[in-house]
């Protein structure tokens, strides 16, 4: 891809996480624990992880937003640098989105045909929450299928340098 491609995709995602930390960081800032299970009561340990699993998701778009801040703003542009910024943000940011680490939601693969949302919790969880990943949702759906290329070509590259 040339590099007009590339810083185009940078500035995307650049907004997209932007947009994406101001969300989580309105989220988290509002809410705790407390307020969690007086919305609707249920296992606070399960809330607990939900929560923290949020947080490192919030890390995570925080650190992506920074380096494409360091990515678009450096002269000369690097396309390399910019491409694997772009996989490393396709890893962490977008499948801990989908698929955490933490086991604590999961992506629900039949969702494209149904129509509903990808994201379905292991266990009941307040409206603000769902709410929450319904608001992200279609933008971390857009940025998989832009990114998409970064994470199998970068993987391509990395193992054909061994």
Same mark, same amino acid.
């Given at each position: ?14 907004? /997209? =996480? *932007?947009? %994406? ?9 509002? $809410? %705790?624990? #407390? ?5 609707? !009561? ?15 998701? =919030?890390? @995570?778009?925080?650190? *992506? ?11 000369? /542009? $690097?396309? *390399? #640098? #910019? ?14 989105? /989908?698929? !955490? ?7 629900? $693969?039949?969702?494209?045909? %149904?129509?509903?949302?990808?994201? +379905? @919790?292991?266990? !009941?969880? !307040? ?5 929450? @990943? ?5 933008? @971390? ?5 832009? =990114?998409?290329?970064?994470? %199998?070509?970068?993987?391509? +590259?990395?193992?054909? $340098? +061994?």
């Amino acid at each position: 891809m040339g590099n007009t491609i590339v810083k185009t995709q940078v500035e995307e995602v650049k907004n /997209f =996480l *932007g947009q %994406t930390v101001s969300g989580l960081e309105g989220f988290l800032n509002d $809410s %705790t624990l #407390a307020g969690l299970l007086k919305e609707e !009561p249920g296992n606070e340990d399960y809330y607990k992880q939900v929560l923290s699993t949020i947080r490192k998701l =919030l890390v @995570f778009c925080e650190e *992506g937003l920074e380096a494409c801040n360091i990515v678009a703003q450096s002269q000369p /542009f $690097s396309k *390399g #640098a #910019a491409e694997k910024t772009l996989y490393r943000i396709y890893y962490h940011c977008v499948e801990e989105f /989908f698929s !955490p680490k933490s086991d604590i939601w999961y992506e629900d $693969s039949r969702s494209a045909y %149904t129509g509903k949302n990808a994201i +379905k @919790f292991r266990e !009941p969880v !307040p409206h603000s929450v769902k709410a929450l @990943f319904v608001s992200l949702e279609g933008e @971390f759906q857009r940025i998989r299928e832009e =990114l998409e290329y970064y994470e %199998t070509d970068y993987r391509t +590259k990395m193992l054909q $340098s +061994k």
